[in-house]
């Protein structure tokens, strides 16, 4: 594909963004094929129910052929595995309507799964010996060592009895041409279905098969490369698409994230050649930047000799079937370390980073606080002292006042702000309400941040990612991301973490033995207020 053409997809893209429900049968092997029914879960769903060529019309392979060719996979031996086979199933799979894909894979989480009734039979044999006397493999005797070996004789067979069959096929699609690029896909069907039923075996089989990801893409057998617009066409096409974070507009705007003053860096398998599994984008700046205005738009950049910040600003996976496998934290550590040898004039390394579960975490809050004042048949004030369990202060007397003066709908500060809130189109583009909102918003920002956790751990995802990396809070930034997606996730907060490299392995230490977050004084200066405002009740 050349550049003009990719210009071409990329303004057909911003008028069609969704427009990828049909695929001809001759490119559904080819990677971009491939990368389209990757996207979402929507999308994969919505592949093989129809796919068409030149007009006429390719009907989908039969369910019965492709099982057939999975249960061969899977019961012939290693000695006679014929390639054939597994191109026969992965290819046909790829047909199958989403409502055939998941009857496949059942028959496969339910029918290949372990034998329990070895299992069961194996453990009464294992309790029925005898214990040695002596300590683990200690021996004092022939007869000792007699029972140690039907020990380990019988550990053995228990351990193949536990392996699920179908492990069997995922190991020998790893060793396929293709198929672990395949097994990706698989995965991001499992987690389709999940989404939509959470079934036991289903959920079982998704474990396998991420465990074995992660073992098959550890950080050694990746390799780090830096992309530049000399890259091919396609690789670029792969960039546009996956980029999660800040859209990529045009092939300007493309060519600048590549260009002076900005590194690009993907890690790449070579199973999966002519694309990265993840890539992260780099701005390089005098100072670290408070919005992504800046980042994405400030011209022209500066001379890449004065920069003295490495600013991580945006980090995508292309590969959905790879969720929850965290690259993106040996990605960072390596791009560290590859700038830190190229450029040592970089002295800091930080991130401009979204808060993805802000607003729906304080709409939520605030809607459950009315509906408890409601139930209690009483108007909520946060002057108001409450003996109520599970009501509290949301705001502060001073930012309810300057609430209760706007315009706006709602028995109190409370309401007014979730009416007000609400309406991104609304608040956002009216100086007084921002004038009014930024106090509690910021306020209520760090609070989330820094206090509100799940299983001991930052309750955003994107808190949670660089906390666990050795990253600290170091600075919230008001108005930093206002398209219409930053204000609707995180009312167009953005944070900076920083990754201090004297510190990022002490910081990680402690968030992950006890949850302590590591954050500037700043930022904790925003949550005093909430612990006075308790002490005071």
Known sequence: MSKKALSILLRTRMRRPNDHSKLSPSSVMKPTAIDQMQLDGRKLREQGNEFVSGGLGVSKREMGSVLESMRAAITMKKTEFPDSVLDEFSEGYLFLSHEDRMNLLLVLAKEYDCDRASVRDLMKQYLGIELPAGDKAQTNGPEEDVRLSAFYRTEKNLRQALKPAYELLFEQLNTHRGGLKFLTILRADILSIL????????????TDLKEKLITWLSPAALELHQLTWDDSASLLEKIVACEALHPISSLVDLKRRLGVGRRCFGYFHPAIPGEP?????????????????????????????????????????????????NLGKFLIKRVVTLLRRDMPHISTFATLSPIPG????????????SKLAEAEGMPYSSKENTSLTFQENILEPEEENALLELSIDGRNGMEKMLNLISNADEWASSDEFLAVLKTPLMRLCARYLLQEKKRGKALDSVANFHLQNGAMVERINWMADKSEKGLAQSGGIMVNYVYRLESIEDYAQSYFTSGTIQASADVHRYVQLNKHSSSNE
């Open 277 to 325: 599994l993840i890539f992260i984008e780099v701005a390089l700046l005098r100072k670290v930047a408070e919005t992504i205005q800046e980042v994405l738009w400030d011209e022209p950049p500066i001379p890449e000799h004065e920069a003295t910040c490495a600013l991580f600003y945006s980090i995508s996976s292309t590969q959905p079937g790879l969720a929850g496998i």
């Open 195 to 206: 989404r939509e039923e959470n079934i036991a075996s289903l959920r079982a089989l998704d």
């Open 358 to 369: 802000f607003m729906q975490w304080l709409l939520s809050k605030l809607a459950s606080q």
